[in-house]
Every structure is written in structure tokens, then in C-alpha cells.
């Protein structure tokens, strides 16, 4: 509780810092009208003007809020315009391709762990993946299988379900692992089989592991979703709301779009935060 | 039971060849290279570490030629890793082009930039614990957020060519190793910092002799991290408009003419590029911080 106040600083800096900067980079256009005019603006008339503009540089935060406020409430749910819409087209797809995502993750991890052929032979490939901006097939995943006839959520969700699965194959079998070795054979001296040993010992004792990389997981899968919005040509969802602003120049559009992005994202997160604390109180796993 | 494997795998192939001929040839290919695989890996032989993923890739290589060519998938669809390899030696001075373009002027200029300004950022709110305990959540909170969506926004601001690419990377990069450097520079331990005080040591020499050094394996963590975000964000930043040149640029024009071994050779380059990447600034971590238990065998 006692780093709200600095929070708060912090915030309230960056907001201090992004007006400054809207005043500036919007001043441009400004003078440019005025000297058209054949008029003289003073400093005191150019800071209104800069703040309220139809297509500014740099949106002030005002103009965001309300543009995002505009997205949210302002329209019907269903209509093309509102964020909600184009917001859930961009959730349900990063949902599906997680979980898709996550159950593989977790399969493949537990095959890891029990066959020492599919270890070496699969581990190296799924740390190595990690180096490797993976995120540049999404184009050509959505492409190759509109032209097979495969569209709507299904492409964007294996897009997500891809960016998901790496980083909890690699969670996932350090967590399965975590048991050290008194504790293993405890489970040995008590004759257990595989099975038993897994779901009673490695399964629980992964659960830290497990819920930081659903972390990192679930934030790529929605930057996955977004870019698959991309190609097909601002059809619906967040990243095609990007696309379609950064066309018409529509700078507002650009960033309410982005900041309903992050609000998503951040909530995503926190719901696994949430998730985390409760099943690893209960699990008696708490850190404090 | 583990003698009966190979019949059981025979028998499979058996069943699939007489259904169908061409299956029972990939699965036959397939089954038998993860025989070999596990049998190699019941051995130690430290060679044995890289021989098993290389032949795992090398058989998912062949399988993938092998179903092209028996089921006769159209190039549009996938194109056999031969028919990649001929258009990546074909199209060297592209390839290259675009390498420069994206991985040299956007990525790694972003990069230092971005990762620059980062530890900088952190050893200038180091002295302020009042700045850190507000900086540090927001930084967690950015780091997770979708900042390529910055893209379309730098493009308007800084242009089509490298330099609005760059300015991407930097936003990307910078709050991952500013979180990672403020959480070093605070690992010395009290002992150590209070040796230090006893030699009179001044904030600069503590800062430059202990708690920097101790600083590095967080702030090459960070730094690993951010290899993967600069490439990811140069690529990214390109779907959103860019010269005729870059991966980004190739990868979304070869898109509209159907030409996906381009596509899988610039994948292919950006994997390359990438692990490269990481490689070396894994390699620096290792020559700097030389001295860390975990560098150490």
C-alpha cells in the first residue's frame, strides 16, 4: 500500500510529460493554419487549439479517455464501431488459441518429463524457439488458411495458441522437475506408479511454474491475436481498429485502440494473478 | 513390454502401407527415426546431447519434404524445405537487403538505443527509492502490455524508412531491462556495501566497483530478453508501412503474390538472425560476468 503515492507521482508525471508533448508536436499545425489565415496566435491561443484537434499529431490524454469512453459506452454493442465488439473479437480468439495453447504446453511438458528420447529430442527445439521471432509466420498462417477455406477465429486462435505454447512447454517441465530428489523417492519407497507420482507430487509442485509462464503466455497470445488481425485487411478486432486508424490517419482511433489493448492485456494478467494467489493459498504454496 | 516396441512400431507401418502406402511411408520414416532417437538416448556420451536433436530435426525436416512431395501439397499452401532452400540461395542480395534493412538499421539500432536509455534511466533513479517504488510496477505493468501496437503511431511520427522501426524497438526494449537493472543494482548485500563504506568509497566508486558488477547477471538477463523483442518489433513495425525493402515488407508483399518459400526463406533468415542474436549477447554475458556461479561448471 505504501508505494501508491509514488505510483500516483509516477503516473501523474507521464501524464504531465504527454501534454507537454501533445502542446508541442500539435503546435506545428497550428502556426501552419494561422499563417495561412495571414493571422498571429499567441502562445495563449495555441495551447487550447493544440488539445482539441480532429487529427492531431499526438492525441492529448483527454482526447484518448474520451475517444476510448466514446468506443465503450458511446456505441451499441454490436455496432463496427464500438471497442466492446471489436475488443471481444480480438478476447475470444486469444482465449481460445490459450487454451489451446496452455493444454498442448502442459501435454507435451509431461511427455518431456517421462520419456528421455522426447527430452532431448524436443527440448533444445523449444528453448531454441524462444530466440526466434516466431510471431513473423502470423501473416502466413492467416493467409495459407483463408486460401484453404479456414476463417474467422480458428486462425487468429492458433496464432495465439503457438505463442502460447512455447514458453509453457519450457515453465511447465522446469515445474514438473521441481521435486528434488528426497522426494521422489519418498514417492518410490511408497511404491507409487508414474501416474500416482505425477498427479499427487509433480502436478502440484508445478503450479508456481505453471501460472508465471500463463502469464507470459496469455500477454503473447494477445499480441499473436492482434498482429493476425493485420493481414486480412481491418476486418474486425483490435489490431484491424490500428490498422484501419493508421490508414486514415486517424490518431485517436490509433491510440483509444491500443489503450483498450492494454486494458485487456492488464486485465488477462491480473485474472491470473488472481487465479495464482488463490490456488496457491489454498495449496497451502503462498509466498507470504 | 519395452522389447515389443519395434514390433508394435512394425506392425503400425504394416497396417498404414496396406491402407494407404503413402502414410505407412511417413509414419515408417517417422517411427523409425524415433527409434533410433530413443535408443540414442538411453546412452551418456556427451556427443549423444547433440546428435538426438539434430536428427529430430533433421527427420522433421524429411517428413515434411517427404508429405509434400507424396501428397503433392501446392507451393501456395507449403512448399518443401528443398523448394525454401532454392530461393534462399537464389535470392541472397534480397535476403541480405532486407536483412540490413530490418535486423542492422531497425533492430539493433533500436536496441543499444533502447537498452541504453534503460540503464541509464535506472542508475538515475537508483539514488531515490521513492522514484523506484513508483517506476517499478509501472514498468512490470508495460512490459506486459501489447506495445507493438505503438507501431502504426511511430510510422506516422518518424516516417516509413528504419528510423520509425527503431523507435519501436526502443519502447519495447527499454521497460524489460529497466526493470532488470533496477532489480540488480539492489542485489548487493549489506555486508558488501558496508565494506564498501569502510574503504570511504564515494556513491561512484561503490556504484561503479560493486553494485554495477553485481548488477550485470540481471542486467544480461534483461538484455537476453530484449534480443527477441528488437527482432520481433522491427518485423512488426514494418506490417504497418515501410520502404520496399526489410523482412517485415517482404514478408507481407510476398503474401499478396502468393510466394510462400520467400516467406519461409525470410522466416528462416529471422530464426537465424535471432539465435545469432541472443548467441551473442549470451557470449558477452559470459566474458563479463565470468565470475557468477552460473557461468562457472
Known amino acids: ?288 | 513390454m519395452r522389447n515389443l516396441w519395434p514390433f508394435l512400431v512394425l506392425a503400425v507401418v504394416a497396417l498404414a502401407l496396406v491402407l494407404d502406402w503413402r502414410l505407412g511411408l511417413v509414419l515408417a520414416l517417422w517411427l523409425g527415426a524415433w527409434l533410433f532417437n530413443a535408443g540414442l538416448a538411453e546412452g551418456r556420451a556427451p556427443w549423444r546431447r547433440y546428435a538426438v536433436p539434430a536428427i529430430f530435426g533433421i527427420a522433421v525436416l524429411a517428413l515434411w519434404e517427404m508429405a509434400v512431395a507424396l501428397y503433392a501439397i501446392s507451393p501456395v499452401i507449403l512448399p518443401a524445405p528443398s523448394a525454401i532452400w532454392a530461393r534462399m540461395t537464389a535470392s541472397v542480395p534480397t535476403l541480405w537487403a532486407d536483412f540490413v534493412q530490418t535486423f542492422v538499421k531497425g533492430a539493433l539500432s533500436g536496441y543499444v538505443i533502447g537498452c541504453g536509455a534503460a540503464v541509464l534511466t535506472a542508475i538515475a533513479i537508483d539514488r531515490s527509492p521513492f522514484l523506484q517504488r513508483g517506476l517499478l510496477p509501472v514498468g512490470n505493468f508495460v512490459a506486459a502490455l501489447p506495445i507493438v501496437g505503438i507501431a502504426p503511431i511511430m510510422v506516422m511520427w518518424f516516417g516509413f524508412d528504419w528510423q520509425s522501426k527503431a523507435a519501436v524497438v526502443v519502447v519495447m526494449v527499454f521497460f524489460p531491462v529497466l526493470v532488470n537493472t533496477v532489480a540488480g543494482l539492489a542485489a548487493t548485500d549489506r555486508m558488501q556495501r558496508d565494506l564498501m563504506a569502510t574503504y570511504s568509497a564515494s556513491y561512484w566508486q561503490s556504484l561503479w566497483k560493486l553494485r554495477l558488477p553485481a548488477a550485470m547477471p540481471f542486467i544480461f538477463n534483461g538484455l537476453k530478453i530484449a534480443t527477441t523483442l528488437a527482432l520481433i518489433g522491427a518485423i512488426v513495425a514494418e506490417f504497418f508501412g515501410s520502404p520496399i525493402v526489410g523482412m517485415g515488407f517482404r514478408i507481407t508483399a510476398e503474401i499478396g503474390r502468393l510466394g510462400l518459400d520467400m516467406i519461409w526463406a525470410e522466416i528462416a533468415v529471422a530464426a537465424l538472425a535471432g539465435s545469432a542474436f541472443y548467441g551473442v549477447v549470451a557470449m558477452i554475458e559470459k566474458w563479463v560476468t565470468f565470475w557468477h556461479p552460473s557461468q562457472r561448471n
Open chain 1, 1 to 288: 500500500m505504501r508505494s501508491i503515492l509514488p505510483i500516483l507521482t509516477v503516473v501523474l508525471a507521464i501524464v504531465c510529460v504527454w501534454y507537454l508533448a501533445a502542446v508541442r508536436m500539435n503546435a506545428t499545425w497550428v502556426h501552419d493554419q494561422a499563417a495561412r489565415a495571414g493571422q498571429e496566435v499567441t502562445l495563449s491561443q495555441v495551447i487550447p487549439l493544440t488539445l482539441n484537434q480532429e487529427r492531431p499529431v499526438l492525441p492529448a490524454p483527454h482526447q484518448v479517455v474520451k475517444g476510448l469512453w466514446d468506443g465503450v459506452t458511446g456505441q451499441a454493442v454490436t455496432s463496427k464501431r464500438s471497442l466492446v465488439y471489436h475488443g471481444w473479437v480480438t478476447l475470444s480468439a486469444t482465449l481460445l488459441g490459450f487454451v489451446i495453447g496452455t493444454a498442448a504446453g502442459i501435454l507435451l511438458a509431461v511427455g518431456i518429463v517421462h520419456n528421455r528420447a522426447m527430452d532431448q529430442s524436443v527440448m533444445p527445439w523449444a528453448i531454441a524457439s524462444q530466440t526466434v521471432p516466431i510471431l513473423a509466420i502470423a501473416p502466413m498462417i492467416i493467409v495459407v488458411l483463408n486460401s484453404m477455406g479456414v476463417t474467422g477465429i480458428l486462425p487468429k486462435a492458433i496464432i495465439s495458441a503457438y505463442l502460447s505454447f512455447f514458453p509453457v512447454v519450457v515453465g511447465m517441465v522446469k515445474g514438473l522437475r521441481a521435486p528434488d530428489a528426497m522426494q521422489l523417492d519418498q514417492m518410490r519407497t511408497w511404491s507409487a506408479s508414474d501416474a500416482q507420482t505425477l498427479w499427487k507430487l509433480r502436478l502440484p509442485a508445478s503450479m508456481p511454474y505453471l501460472f508465471a509462464s500463463l502469464k507470459v503466455g496469455i500477454a503473447a497470445s494477445l499480441v499473436g491475436t492482434i498482429v493476425g488481425e493485420l493481414p486480412t485487411g481491418a476486418v474486425a478486432g483490435l489490431g484491424s481498429r490500428l490498422l484501419s486508424g493508421s490508414y486514415y490517419g486517424q490518431t485517436v482511433q490509433i491510440w483509444a485502440a491500443l489503450f483498450a489493448a492494454a486494458i485487456v492485456a492488464a486485465s488477462l494478467v491480473a485474472i491470473i494473478g488472481w487465479i495464482e494467489r488463490g490456488t496457491l493459498r489454498r495449496m497451502g504454496m503462498a509466498a507470504r
